[in-house]
């Protein structure tokens, strides 16, 4: 008989790995290509004010990069350039054709449609976890318009491909954001910004992890400078944000 070998997680976590960019896009153009699809593009905001006046957002797309400019993979944004689609964020899909002549003359969408006279597809508006509704993602082809007849065929499919989409892209949007943008803290600067972020005093967090008052304060300077931020719980948040999107 033949030996039976025993399943470890370290096996598992090796084959199944759902943070390997290659196999997301790969898994990606078949769903797409099974529900006769061809391309996303998925804008998620942020889910924290970053002392911008404006709100900023990730965007990843496999639209060719030469078509909409800064919708390339991972870069942040301060405007939704799709926002225009968005009208009524309550529906929870929208079917819908881009035409180049009903259209505002925003200059991405202008480079887009050099290349895609007409797209047409679906939007569906997508709420991020604190509660904005302004994330979206987008599923398009250039062939036809997509039917309500159609998305009632093809539902449980359709459902499968926008739960991945959504589940893939945000992992990999995350971790290019986190990698990119904020330096690592230390353990006592994580316990001290999850203390903030509950409402404790500098008093309350000295008295609590029985340290100094003093260290608190040089550890609260730390985690401002790490963040760069100008408010103790923006910078909070902003520690903290590795582990809420996970």
């Known amino acids: 008989m033949s ?3 025993m399943i470890t997680n370290l096996m598992l976590q090796s084959v199944l790995n759902p943070l390997d960019k290659t ?3 790969t898994f990606l153009k078949q769903s797409l290509h099974n529900n006769g699809l061809e391309y996303y593009v998925y804008i998620q905001n942020l889910p924290f004010p970053f002392n911008d006046t404006e709100s900023r957002f990730l965007c990843a797309s496999n639209l060719p990069h030469s078509c909409l400019k ?7 944004l301060k405007n939704n350039p799709l926002s225009h689609i968005n ?19 925003h200059p991405d969408l202008i480079r887009l449609f050099q290349d895609f006279p007409r797209l047409y597809g679906l939007d569906l508006p997508y709420q ?3 509660g904005s509704r302004k994330s979206s993602l987008v599923l398009l082809r250039t062939s036809h318009p997509v039917s309500m007849h159609e998305i009632e065929q093809q539902l449980f499919q ?7 989409a959504r589940y893939l892209i945000r992992q990999h949007l995350v971790n290019h954001y986190l ?26 967090i000295a008295d609590c992890l029985h340290i100094k008052s003093n260290t608190v304060k040089y550890h609260i300077t730390q985690i401002l400078n790490k963040t760069k931020s100008s408010r103790r719980t923006s910078g909070a948040f902003k520690a903290l944000l590795p582990d809420l999107l996970k």
């Open 87 to 105: 009208t009524d964020s309550s529906a929870l899909c929208k079917t819908f054709s881009w035409d180049k002549n009903n259209l505002s003359n």
């Open 128 to 130: 991020n976890m604190s």
């Open 70 to 76: 800064n919708l390339q993979d991972g870069i942040v």
């Open 3 to 5: 030996e039976i070998k």
């Open 179 to 204: 990698n990119t943008t904020y330096p690592v803290l230390s353990p006592r600067q994580m316990e001290i910004s999850r203390c903030i972020a509950t409402g404790m005093t500098n008093k309350d």
């Open 158 to 164: 359709l459902k499968q491909l926008v739960f991945s």
């Open 23 to 25: 196999e997301q896009q």
